[in-house]
DNA sequence: GTAGGGTTAG
């Protein structure tokens, strides 16, 4: 035993401590740690590690501002600790995901005329933050330009993966390829996350044949795909109509020994439904059960709306009394679903049943649940109802959306009903902007 | 003890 002294808490102790909290969105919790530091008489004082860590946890739950505050009048005048490079990079992130490029930008600037040396993580943060915007060929430019002025400018595996997948997800396949093979052919192999971002993002393409081949390169390269990365297969091969080789990838995850989860099951039944091949639905219902994979509120709302999507409404009903002994209770989606359906076939009454039935039992009625129930009240001509209804969406503060307008405009006007519209639609932008309003003040 | 890349289903 060494006595009391080692056992003591140091810096990296309350770094500790103090990351914890941070991570637990804690950050209040984490502020009055760092006070308390500050204030003991111990030798203890907050370095920079703990300081960064407090200026991403502000960050992260969304107080930017306070994290700029921070660093600008904390660090360096009251806790002598300058911001280096992580802590420029923690702020660059959070002013990316905000939205907020420009500033992002200028602390680039800053931290050259303040000499903090940009790294690889300034890179890929600005890299993936343009990329996150859309602004894909920004993000190019960017790398392009800083991979020869830069020290760490060169570009690693976060470098890459992350435009590539932004320029698949953009349907710039031709230059994903050529920056995939670039980076391979200075002697690189692909990590199991480039992978994932290759077969992810050409089955997003539509490129399922090169989604494939690459699963066959990942798994010749050593890597197992993951039940993710199955799953983005199915789901391809569902949306192109080929079941088979769907199912056919259900049974390769079971031999290689990779579990299915919900939401394999989930894409198959969905899939199935779309090709409605109904005995594969209750086959495949049954494996699922068998294999410990509880269904889902998920599961029920693929259900009921591929039995909507056929025209068998009735069995979609039995589906939804069918989750009462389930002990899965229904939400909006399905909900939504059968109004919609029941609307559209003209049966508008019993949809409103249905809507009742969700105030009954606090399921929360949105935008779409009423847009399905005005376009059935529309079509049926039953202006009393929709004017319950849109009195309702005032009370209830459900803002109309563009099909809203769109059903009222078209049909209340017709009927003489211009002034209540008017109204409706004043009242709309009135609440609308104190709703964004009242977002932006609690960001 | 701090920062950056993949998230699939109604």
Known sequence: MQGCASVRPDVVTYGILVNGLCKAGRVGDALRVLDGMSRQDLDIRPDVVTLNT?????????????????????MSSVHGCPPNTVTYNCLIDAFCRVGNISMAYELVEKMENEGVPQNIVTLNTIVGGLCRAGRTGAALEFFREKRTVWPEG???????????????????????????????????????????????GLTQAGRLEDACSMASSMKEAGFKLDTKAYNILIAGFCRKKRLHEAYELLQEMKEVGIRPDVCTYNTLLSGSCKAGDFAAVDELLGKMIDDGCQPSVI???????????????????????????????????????????????????????????????????????????????????????????????REERCFPDYVTVDVLMEWLPVIGETDRLKRFMQQGEHTASKRIVSDRTSA
């Open 154 to 200: 060169k570009g690693n595996a976060v470098t890459y993966s992350t435009l590539v997948g932004a320029l698949l997800h953009t349907n710039n396949v031709g230059m994903a390829m050529e920056l995939f093979h670039e980076k391979m052919s200075e002697g690189h192999s692909p990590d199991a996350i480039m992978y994932f971002t290759m077969i992810s």
């Open 299 to 393: 599961t029920f709302g693929t259900l009921v709306h591929g039995y909507c999507k056929v025209g068998k409404i009735d069995e979609a009903l039995r589906i939804l009394r069918s989750m009462d002994e389930s002990g899965i209770h229904p939400n909006n989606v399905i909900y939504n679903t059968l109004i919609d359906f029941l609307c559209k076939r003209g049966d508008v009454d019993l949809a409103i049943e249905l809507f009742d039935e969700m105030k009954e039992k606090s399921v929360p009625a949105n935008v779409t649940t009423f847009n399905a129930l005005l376009k059935g009240l529309r079509d049926k001509n039953m202006p009393e109802k929709a004017f319950e209804l849109m009195d309702q969406m």
């Open 54 to 74: 407090v200026v991403d946890g502000l960050c992260k739950s969304g107080r930017v501002q306070e994290a700029l505050a921070f660093v600008e009048q904390r």
